[in-house]
């Protein structure tokens, strides 16, 4: 299985930074069950969710998504991804 994450150019300004931290912390991925397939033990989204259809919203995993930019703002940090974490790189 194969999954992919997408951004919309007016998401672009979103923080790189906050992408690599929750990368190093491995909040990105983790190994489970997957909520849309029901395989288990295989790699899965973690606690900060992405989007993987660009044209349209069937899943509720595309676009258009009115909650997607507090939604992506928030996840990081509630799992501690902050502005903070930057500087200290």
Not at 24 to 44: A, M, P, Q
Not at 61 to 83: C, I, K, M, S, W
């Amino acid at each position: 299985t194969e999954a992919a994450g997408a951004s919309p150019d007016p998401f672009q300004k979103i923080p790189a930074g906050d992408s690599q931290v929750a990368w190093k912390r491995r909040l990105i991925f983790t190994v489970g069950t997957s909520s849309t397939t029901g395989e288990t033990d295989t790699v899965v989204w973690n606690e900060i969710h992405h989007k993987t259809e660009m044209d349209r919203n069937v899943t509720g995993h595309g676009y258009p998504d009115p909650n997607y930019l507090q939604n992506v703002l928030a996840e990081p940090a509630a799992q501690g991804v902050t502005e903070d974490c930057l500087e200290q790189q």
